[in-house]
């Protein structure tokens, strides 16, 4: 049994979640203090404002009962290490671009938890918190180790639906919008830019061949030489407009179609 002591705040919507935390928490060291627990963004935010100095460590799940806990660090300075704890593993890169030193998938076992406070252990048993122990923290529990976003979500009338993104050929911009097309052809509006999409989906899958058009490896049928030493690709989908890899990206396009990185 450890003897790391810590006081936390589980910030989790669900009851036996949290209380399921609670008790590996205390399983892996009787020296650790739920100093609160919290269901909500509002709560959250409440609870953090007035109690946060006295924090050394600060569970997260994802989704709660009032948004996502990524809407509490809008409202409130998170100065405090983050573990967060969810079903969705799409959202692990935006958990590391706030304060998240690890990531762990529900539903979460002892030793899953044990193996992330054993790296925070080893680290120091202090955490005092600032920008370079964040990186180091990080690059420590996730060496190259990134995940991708696979689905996405779409309102399709009053209805909304997840898409999953082997269903994706391409994403496009037209003006300040911008859409995903499926592989049935269907067209959804989503609240991303290209270059949001470039961070977050996977780069062995998805390559941004111009300033309009990021692609599904698995979409392309044919691609052809075109004037000016541009590629024209032909997609797997009936698409009428013309998508040009522009020259500047012709090497990377290669190199990626090569499968070189």
Same mark, same amino acid.
């Given at each position: 049994?450890?003897?790391?002591?810590?006081?936390?705040?589980?910030?989790?919507?669900?009851? !036996?979640?949290? &209380?399921?935390?609670?008790?590996? =928490?205390?399983?892996?060291s009787?020296?650790?203090?739920?100093? *609160?627990k919290?269901?909500?963004?509002?709560?959250?935010?409440?609870w953090?404002?007035?109690?946060?100095?006295?924090?050394?460590?600060?569970?997260?799940?994802?989704?709660?009962?009032?948004?996502?806990?990524?809407?509490?660090?809008?409202?409130?300075?998170?100065?405090? !290490?983050?573990?967060f704890?969810?079903?969705?593993? &799409?959202?692990?890169?935006?958990?590391?671009?706030?304060?998240?030193?690890?990531?762990?998938?529900?539903?979460?076992?002892?030793?899953?938890?044990?193996?992330?406070?054993?790296?925070? &252990?080893?680290?120091?048993?202090?955490?005092?918190?600032?920008?370079?122990?964040?990186?180091?923290?990080?690059?420590?529990?996730?060496?190259?180790?990134?995940?991708?976003?696979?689905?996405?979500?779409?309102? =399709?009338?009053?209805?909304?639906?997840?898409?999953?993104?082997?269903?994706?050929?391409?994403?496009?911009?037209? *003006?300040?919008d911008?859409?995903?097309?499926?592989?049935q052809?269907?067209?959804?509006?989503?609240d991303?830019?290209?270059?949001? =999409?470039? &961070?977050?989906l996977? !780069?062995?899958?998805f390559?941004?061949?111009?300033?309009?058009?990021?692609?599904?490896?698995?979409?392309?049928?044919?691609?052809?030489?075109?004037?000016?030493?541009? =590629?024209?690709?032909? !997609?797997?989908?009936?698409?009428?407009?013309?998508?040009?890899?522009?020259?500047?990206?012709v090497?990377?396009?290669?190199?990626?179609?090569? *499968?070189?990185?």
């Amino acid at each position: 049994m450890s003897t790391l002591s810590l006081k936390v705040l589980i910030v989790e919507d669900e009851t !036996p979640a949290a &209380e399921k935390l609670e008790r590996y =928490l205390l399983r892996y060291s009787p020296n650790i203090q739920i100093k *609160g627990k919290v269901e909500s963004v509002e709560e959250a935010v409440a609870w953090l404002s007035a109690n946060q100095s006295t924090l050394d460590l600060i569970f997260m799940d994802i989704q709660l009962k009032d948004g996502v806990s990524f809407d509490i660090f809008k409202e409130v300075k998170i100065q405090k !290490p983050v573990i967060f704890i969810t079903a969705y593993n &799409e959202f692990a890169l935006e958990a590391f671009k706030v304060n998240g030193i690890d990531y762990l998938l529900k539903p979460i076992t002892f030793t899953d938890l044990s193996n992330s406070l054993k790296k925070i &252990e080893s680290l120091g048993t202090q955490l005092r918190w600032n920008e370079d122990r964040n990186e180091t923290i990080v690059n420590s529990l996730s060496p190259g180790q990134r995940a991708y976003k696979n689905r996405f979500m779409v309102k =399709l009338g009053d209805h909304i639906k997840s898409i999953t993104s082997d269903q994706i050929s391409i994403f496009f911009a037209d *003006g300040r919008d911008v859409y995903l097309v499926t592989t049935q052809l269907r067209k959804f509006i989503i609240d991303y830019t290209l270059e949001n =999409l470039e &961070e977050i989906l996977d !780069p062995k899958i998805f390559h941004r061949v111009n300033r309009s058009y990021i692609i599904n490896i698995s979409a392309i049928q044919d691609v052809i030489v075109y004037s000016n030493s541009r =590629l024209k690709i032909t !997609p797997t989908i009936k698409w009428e407009s013309e998508i040009i890899v522009s020259r500047e990206k012709v090497g990377d396009f290669k190199h990626w179609f090569d *499968g070189s990185h």
